[in-house]
């Protein structure tokens, strides 16, 4: 007797550790799983990412923004958010094309207020009144622009 033989006469006869019916339901689980972790996958490359780049109220120290605007749906949520933010800026391409990842810094008289990455072209801005001054780099370039709060339609181009 070898040793399947010997481990198989502990089993149910109808089917054995080591039959074709087993190997075949073994592979068949297995082709399951794996076609069930690949629609995963490629679902959740193809959702959007709910992390770090949603368009979500952040606050630092005085100031609040929100950035986005690329997706038809994200523009019209900055349209019904415009009126709780009184300064706004948009970065764009000289051609028009607009641009997100920008790294932006506002200053109050010399004083650094706000350090973030934009993500996404228009950034709606909430701050105490005065005048700011919004640098902005993109891909290693700098532009700068000085807007007061109430100023609506700012915006830098590389």
């Known amino acids: 007797m070898d040793k399947q033989e010997a ?8 089917r054995t550790l080591f039959s074709r019916t087993a190997r075949v339901t073994r592979r068949r689980r297995v082709i399951a799983a794996t076609l069930v972790g690949m629609a995963l996958t490629i679902g ?3 959702c959007p990412a709910f992390a770090a780049d949603e368009m979500v109220i952040r606050t630092m ?3 609040s923004y929100v950035c986005g605007g690329i997706a038809a749906d994200e523009r019209a949520k900055l349209a019904a958010q415009e009126k709780n ?3 706004s800026v948009l970065f764009t391409q000289g ?3 607009y641009l997100s990842d ?5 200053t109050l008289e010399g004083q650094p207020v706000a350090n973030f990455k934009a993500g996404g072209p ?3 801005i909430r701050a105490p009144e005065g005048s700011y001054n919004i640098e902005a780099s993109y891909k290693g370039q700098t ?3 000085k807007i007061t709060t109430g100023t609506r339609n700012a915006q830098l181009r590389w």
Request: hydrophobic residues 40%.
């Open 61 to 63: 120290g005085p100031v």
């Open 85 to 87: 933010f009184n300064m």
């Open 7 to 14: 481990f198989n006469r502990y089993l149910s006869n109808s």
């Open 122 to 124: 228009r950034c709606l």
């Open 143 to 145: 532009k700068s622009i």
């Open 95 to 97: 051609d028009g094309e």
């Open 102 to 106: 920008v790294d932006v810094k506002m």
């Open 44 to 46: 959740a490359a193809l």
